[in-house]
């Protein structure tokens, strides 16, 4: 399920967000990377709803914060339009 609109999709379809055990926030292309794995659209937008309802604090349960998730809404803006 996508953390930002909440809509069921097949994996494939979405791309994965992965705190690492160095408590970084990364985006895993690959979807093989170690550590805590979210799901999210492959778009900006659901990276911003997911800023707004604070989806990666709740899916890794630590505070994420607003420079974190405006990287990663760049970082997909680059990879996914």
């Known amino acids: 399920?996508?953390?930002?609109c909440g809509i069921q999709k097949d994996k494939k379809e979405m791309v994965r967000i992965v705190r690492t055990e160095d408590i970084q926030i990364i985006i895993d292309e690959t979807g093989k990377k170690n550590g805590r794995g979210a799901y999210i659209c492959k778009n900006a937008e659901c990276m911003k709803k997911a800023l707004k309802s604070r989806g990666l604090d709740r899916s890794f349960k630590i505070p994420v914060s607003k420079e974190v998730?405006?990287?990663l809404v760049l970082q997909m803006e680059d990879?996914?339009?």
């Open 1 to 4: 399920m996508c953390i930002g």
């Open 69 to 71: 998730y405006e990287n």
């Open 79 to 81: 990879l996914y339009g």
